[in-house]
């Protein structure tokens, strides 16, 4: 089992920046792909940002490529999402998750390949 904790949610305004961090703890060497997926109410959850320890590769959804992050402090069993130059559209609730499967590179974007996810922390901004 893999417990995800995210937080460094909270309000901002546009332009401004937020990292949210994401601790993990359990099983935490077997997962090959983690990381953040969002929601915003009456959206589909979409992933934006992922991490496959596989190949060291990452992962940007173009929503987000030049302006969030991700990173993985692996001492600290910790994700990390850096976001920069938010926007009003960025509004959601931000998820952490975890895949423990091999070959989740090929599907990173598709949220039944993830095994474990966290609560959620909200993210607001403001224009």
């Known amino acids: 089992q893999v417990q995800l904790v995210e937080s460094g949610g909270g309000s901002v305004q546009a332009g401004g920046s937020l990292r949210l961090s994401c601790a993990a703890s359990?099983?935490?060497?077997?997962?090959?792909?983690m990381g953040w997926f969002r929601q915003a109410p009456g959206k589909e959850r979409e992933g934006i940002a992922v991490?496959?320890?596989?190949?060291?590769?990452?992962y940007y959804a173009d929503s987000v490529k030049g302006r969030f992050t991700i990173s993985q402090d692996n001492a600290k069993n910790t994700l990390y999402l850096q976001m920069n130059s938010l926007k009003p559209e960025d509004t959601a609730m931000y998820y952490c998750?975890?895949?423990?499967?091999?070959?989740?590179?090929?599907?990173?974007?598709?949220?039944?390949?993830?095994?474990?996810w966290g609560q959620g922390t909200q993210v607001t901004v403001s224009s």
């Open positions: 991490f496959y320890s596989g190949g060291g590769i990452t």
């Open positions: 998750a975890a895949s423990s499967r091999q070959r989740c590179s090929d599907y990173v974007w598709r949220d039944y390949v993830y095994d474990y």
């Open positions: 359990g099983y935490t060497n077997r997962q090959y792909c």
